[in-house]
């Protein structure tokens, strides 16, 4: 069983930084890990969970508007890590911050794995 666990988040000032970690267990290798496609999502209280970005097994990246040009996602498939690089911050991105992984077997099942999530605060 493939499990996500965060760690990074806390309290910045505005206008700070942050680097959240993913860390994955359970995966059969590094090259299996290289087959999911990683994600970060954010909750902020009282709002629905929103996409800030994703990155696949080529590498390819997609950001949401409102992180675009602060946010930077990264993959190290020898670590089974995600990361997420945040700059910049406003206190509007003060949220739970959560990893997921996807990713499609062969025979066509989805496996989807989730993070308990971390805290981020920006607040002055």
């Known amino acids: 069983q493939v499990q996500l666990v965060e760690s990074g988040g806390g309290l910045v000032q505005p206008g700070g930084s942050l680097r959240l970690s993913c860390v994955a267990s359970?995966?059969?290798?590094?090259?299996?890990?290289?087959?999911?496609?990683l994600y970060w999502y954010r909750r902020a209280p009282g709002n629905q969970r929103e996409l800030v970005t994703l990155?696949?097994?080529?590498?390819?990246?997609t950001y949401a508007d409102n992180v675009k040009g602060r946010f930077t996602i990264s993959r190290d498939n020898a670590k089974n890590t995600v990361y997420l690089q945040m700059n910049s911050l406003k206190p509007e991105d003060t949220a739970v911050y959560y990893c997921?992984?996807?990713?499609?077997?062969?025979?066509?099942?989805?496996?989807?794995?989730w993070g308990q999530g971390t805290q981020v605060t920006v607040s002055s």
């Open positions: 997921h992984a996807v990713r499609i077997t062969p025979s066509g099942d989805r496996e989807d794995y």
């Open positions: 359970g995966v059969a290798s590094g090259s299996m890990f290289s087959l999911y496609t």
């Open positions: 990155i696949t097994d080529n590498g390819g990246t």
